[in-house]
C-alpha cells in the first residue's frame, strides 16, 4: 500500500508543484498540507527518500530526542 501511496504522489501534479516550484502559490499550499500529515507524501519520503520534512511536529521532537 505504500508503494502505491509513494507512486501516487511522484505522479500528483500538486506534489510535483510543491517540490519543484515551493514557494509559488500552489506549491505553498501542498506543502502546508504536507504539515498537516499526507499520507500520500510520509509513503514518498520513506519509499523514495526526500529533503522535505513530513511535518514541522515530527522535525521538531526528532531534534529533541
Known amino acids: 500500500?505504500?508503494?502505491l501511496?509513494?507512486?501516487w504522489s511522484r505522479?500528483?501534479?500538486g506534489c510535483n508543484i510543491g517540490r519543484?516550484?515551493?514557494d509559488s502559490f500552489i506549491g505553498r499550499r501542498v506543502r502546508n498540507h504536507w504539515e498537516?500529515?499526507?499520507h500520500?507524501?510520509?509513503a514518498y519520503v520513506e519509499v523514495?527518500?526526500?529533503d522535505e520534512p513530513t511535518s514541522k511536529e515530527n522535525e521538531g521532537e526528532s531534534d529533541e530526542n
Do not use: D, E, T, V
Open 1 to 3: 500500500m505504500k508503494k
Open 5 to 7: 501511496l509513494a507512486r
Open 11 to 13: 505522479i500528483c501534479p
Open 20 to 22: 519543484k516550484y515551493p
Open 36 to 38: 498537516k500529515g499526507c
Open 40 to 42: 500520500s507524501h510520509n
Open 48 to 50: 523514495y527518500g526526500g
